[in-house]
């Protein structure tokens, strides 16, 4: 990207009253983010949610100051910045409707990767939350997933301490610039995770840790993941938020279940309870729903099912059936097949015990 269209993105960052969505509707009007600073009030004025005040406030030199500052800060501080418009941008994050238009990078993550999963919970994690990422990590490492956290107290830092320990890389999501490190207490870890994994943030440097960016941090972190993972929660939290923001993004969301007289265990109880997130008990529930293979097993189990699995003609019907379809629900595919529905379970359940198909969500099936 041109020095002068990355000037005027952070530029456009910085004026009050222009976010992240309507910055990219003055893009898409104007044609790049360099037009928007030249363009005339009046065809500004055409797009939706752009007042006069804040019109206004794009001639502001102060703006224009602030971000010669930021830029030496990232020039000396070697920080990768990786623009909404940039190839580089997280794919996943991009679908978001909320997506930041800029995001600030120390390390050597590739966040293009597919296996990123987001791991929080409470500050005050207990015991029982400690031994629950301990399993979880000795059996998350063969899959070599990103992990992805807050930096925060709890959770957040043991599931970044625990993927350095097991050489997985991990990246903290800031809720301030990459001028300073919150809680301090972390700046270790910080530190060592750019060896393998690193810090993300969409706030310029001298941006403070206030509460309401914390909520903004929240849906990167939740945007970025494949899945979000919730280990422990009181009743409210800012983890429950990012379990939230997961749904509304059709992620996968998945909540460890504890004790109903555990505090610490209400909110992921909560989740389950109301089908906002799946039982997380083990790994293995993990990979089953996201469909994880581990990487040196794949070509292996495929040419098992070639050389071992033998189907009978109902079983060869609806799986040719799924395999051209798609994922159907249960009473589509009795249809289509002319099989009765009790047969037809019946079928599936004999191709998901030979690893040829799985459940979804809502009766839909289809097929490995």
């Not at 020039?75 to 909404?84: A, G, P, R």
């Not at 990590?137 to 992805?148: A, G, S």
């Not at 890389?169 to 700046?187: C, E, F, M, N, S």
Request: aromatic share 8%.
């Amino acid at each position: 990207m041109k020095e002068e269209e990355l000037f005027h993105l952070l530029a456009l960052q910085q004026v009050e009253g222009i976010g992240d969505v309507s910055a990219r509707k003055l893009i898409s009007h104007c044609g790049n983010a360099t037009n928007v600073f030249k363009e005339k009030k009046q065809n500004l004025l055409k797009v939706s949610g752009i007042g006069r005040s804040t019109i206004d406030r794009l001639n502001d030199a102060t703006i224009f100051k602030r971000v010669e500052e930021e830029i030496s800060f990232i020039e000396s501080n070697e920080i990768d910045v990786v623009t909404f418009y940039d190839s580089r941008f997280p794919q996943r994050l991009k679908h978001c409707f909320d997506a930041p238009l800029v995001l600030f990078k120390k390390g050597n993550v590739n966040l293009s990767e597919q296996k990123i999963i987001s791991i929080v919970g409470t500050r005050k994690m207990t015991a029982y939350g400690k031994k629950v990422l301990d399993d979880l990590f000795e059996n998350l490492t063969p899959f070599k997933p990103i992990i992805v956290s807050g930096l925060a107290y709890g959770v957040d830092i043991y599931a970044h301490q625990l993927a350095m320990k097991h050489d997985l890389q991990t990246v903290g999501v800031l809720a301030h610039g990459l001028d300073r490190i919150y809680p301090a207490v972390h700046k270790k870890e910080a530190f060592n995770m750019q060896k393998n994994g690193g810090l993300l943030t969409e706030f310029c440097s001298r941006t403070r840790p206030d509460r309401e960016n914390f909520v903004k941090r929240n849906r990167i972190v939740a945007g970025i993941s494949q899945a979000t993972l919730l280990i422990e929660s009181a009743i409210k939290g800012g983890s429950l938020i990012t379990a939230d923001i997961a749904n509304s993004y059709n992620r996968d969301v998945f909540a460890v279940p504890g004790r109903i007289s555990d505090e610490f265990s209400i909110g992921c109880n909560n989740l389950i309870k109301t089908n906002r997130a799946s039982v997380l008990t083990s790994v293995k529930d993990l990979v089953y729903i996201l469909n994880w293979e581990k990487e040196n097993q794949t070509a292996e189990k495929v040419v098992q099912k070639k050389l071992f699995v033998e189907l009978n003609d109902h079983e060869t019907t609806i799986y040719n059936y799924l395999l051209k379809e798609g994922k159907q629900q249960l009473d589509v595919i009795a249809l289509h097949c002319n099989f009765p529905i009790h047969k037809t379970a019946s079928v599936l359940l004999n191709l998901e015990l030979k690893s040829l198909s799985r459940p979804l969500p809502g009766k839909f099936f289809e097929a490995i």
